[in-house]
Each structure stands twice: as C-alpha cells, then as structure tokens.
C-alpha cells in the first residue's frame, strides 16, 4: 500500500550507542519531516527536507543528523543516543498545500 | 516567531452535539497553511483539514469545518454531530512559506454517550 514506511518500530539503545531510524514514501512528495512525540506531548519539530538534497533544522536538531539523497528516503541518525531522547518518532511526508501522511512512528528507548 | 497554542488540554462532548476545538497562531509570513490532525489512542495521526492563508472561504471536510479568523490569528476545528469514534487527541499545526510546520500541544477530546 502507498504511504511512509518507517522501521523499525520499536528499538532500546544503550547509552552513547548511535542508530539510524528508515523512513521512506512512495507517493513522490516533495516535503518530508521528522517529529518527536513525548509522552503527553505534542510533535516536535527534528529536521525537514523540501526536496532531495535540501534539509534544514527544526525546533529540536540536537543530537540527530538528516539526508535526503532521494525524493522517497529521508532517514534519521542518532549520533550518540541518551535517555533524553526516549521518545516516539514519526516521519511525515506531504504535497504543497497539503496535509502530512505519517509513518507508523518508532518507539525508542534509550537506557 | 512561528507559535501554535492550544489552550484546551482537554473537552468533553455529549454524543451528537458539536465542539469547537480552539487554535491561535502567531507568524510574520503573508503566506501559511493551517491543519488540524487526529491521533486516537492507537497513536496513529490521521489529517482531517487544510486551510490556505489566501482562502477566503472556510474549508471543511464531511463533519470537520475549519472556522478562519485571520485578524484574530484564530482556527479553530468544529465537529459537528460528535460520535464516540471522534474521541481522541486533536493537534492545530502550522505550515510557514518554507514548509517549516510545528504543532500545538493538542487537545483530548471525550466523546459521552
């Protein structure tokens, strides 16, 4: 089925341990983002992309590295992981002036 | 400064009747997109509705009406004729001129019957 394909779904890290979370559309949209949802909380904004090769931060950069070598990737690198970044994260993807379409989120915790 | 608030964390509603979800924003952009999202207890969000900084007609999809107030930097969500599947986490988000788009807190919606 069309949509964002995130993996894994669930992962524990190790303190300083470093990871890459997938995230991948497949409906040629031009806009990805990546968000972080704690609990009780709102989406953070991670980093954001408006096409392939083009990223740029958002409200929470910190600690996590972005690429977009193609329209249909946009994967997340955490560079060295703490428990600070115990959280839900979700990729999205959309159209101009259009709503997002979400991945199923990744659910990590960093012990 | 791009700011989405939502000032309600949480609203009760008798089945059937409507409920207004309240969102303010504030940004220095001529031009912006307003949305609103679902997120039931499964964690999945879901897009309900878009309106344009330039519409000048509110917008609405099937039970979701979006209510534009442009000079009061104002959208609210309207439900119309809640059932007990509208019962979830409801998040206003903003889209600035360079595609950059942060969320409110949300708000939790109960539906009673």
New interface residues.
Partial sequence: NAGVTQTPKFQVLKTGQSMTLQCAQDMNHEYMSWYRQDPGMGLRLIHYSVGAGITDQGEVPNGYNVSRSTTEDFPLRLLSAAPSQTSVYFCASSSYNYGYTFGSGTRLTVV | AQKITQTQPGMFVQEKEAVTLDCTYDTSDQSY?L?W?KQPSS????????Q?SYDEQNATEGRYSLNFQKARKSANLVISASQLGDSAMY?C?MREG?????????TRLFVKA
């Fill in positions: 997109g949305f999202y964690g999945e969000m879901i897009f309900l509705i878009y344009g998040f988000a360079g595609f950059k788009t942060i969320f409110g807190a949300g």
